[in-house]
């Protein structure tokens, strides 16, 4: 019922910006929540950014104030800007979409495939 598709991971310097895109296209149902998650190699996926109707925005300690999060609620587009980016950002990024189809009792996950963000110092 949803698809999930990331776009704009690539392979930047330390110090740049990168701006990371994800579509989500929902035939059933209403999205609640959207956000950003990302794993390093041999590390467990960790929530990066994500905004919700019910909680608003939350960014994890290690990206405030570098990254913003947003979303266009109409396109169903979500969007991450990361700037001053760091080698310890290099992972995987996911989107992961929130969504319910006749309310709380029946949300469940979507995941985008990924795609690779690599920082070189």
């Known amino acids: 019922q949803v698809q999930v598709m990331e776009s704009g991971g690539g392979l930047v310097q330390s110090g740049g910006s990168l701006r990371l895109s994800c579509a989500a296209s929902?035939?059933?149902?209403?999205?609640?929540?959207m956000g950003w998650y990302r794993q390093a190699p041999g590390k467990q996926r960790e929530s990066v950014a994500k905004?919700?109707?019910?909680?608003?925005?939350y960014y994890a300690d290690s990206v405030k104030g570098r990254f913003t999060i947003s979303r266009d609620t109409v396109k169903n587009m979500l969007y991450l800007q990361m700037n001053n980016l760091k080698s310890a950002d290099t992972a995987v990024y996911y989107c992961?979409?929130?969504?319910?189809?006749?309310?709380?009792?029946?949300?469940?996950?979507?995941w985008g495939q990924g795609t690779q963000v690599t920082v070189s110092s």
């Open positions: 929902i035939t059933i149902g209403t999205i609640y929540t």
């Open positions: 992961h979409v929130g969504y319910q189809l006749y309310g709380p009792s029946t949300r469940t996950n979507a």
């Open positions: 905004i919700s109707d019910a909680e608003g925005t």
